[in-house]
């Protein structure tokens, strides 16, 4: 089993920044792409942006500029800077990551619960 765990949302004016984590821990071999998606209330779940291995990237229009993904290889974890914050871009954001465990043999693409972000004045 595996499991990712976000942390660092919050309340923030709008301009401001937050910098949000996910940790995977478990019985993982390798984890290829991470991701970031978010889900805003009625809406649908929107990419926010991804990390491959190799560490290239791709951002949702909504967020170019301002967001930054970037990950620890060793640490299991992604990270996800953003700036310049707007009322907008309040809803749960929840991480992702494609792992392989070479104990069970599989491959599967495991999700965190998510953490609140509320950009509001």
């Known amino acids: 089993q595996v499991q990712l765990v976000e942390s660092g949302g919050g309340l923030v004016q709008p301009g401001g920044s937050l910098r949000l984590s996910c940790a995977a821990s478990g019985n993982i071999s390798s984890i290829y792409k991470m991701g970031w998606y978010r889900q805003a209330p009625g809406k649908q779940r929107e990419l926010v942006a991804t990390?491959?291995?190799?560490?290239?990237?791709n951002y949702g229009d909504s967020v170019k500029g301002r967001f930054t993904i970037s990950r620890d290889n060793a640490k299991n974890a992604v990270y996800l800077q953003m700036n310049t914050l707007k009322p907008e871009d309040t809803a749960v954001y929840h991480c992702n990551a494609d792992v392989y465990s070479r104990w069970t043999g599989t491959r599967a693409l495991y999700w965190g619960q998510g953490t609140q972000v509320t950009v509001s004045s």
């Open positions: 990390i491959a291995s190799g560490r290239s990237t």
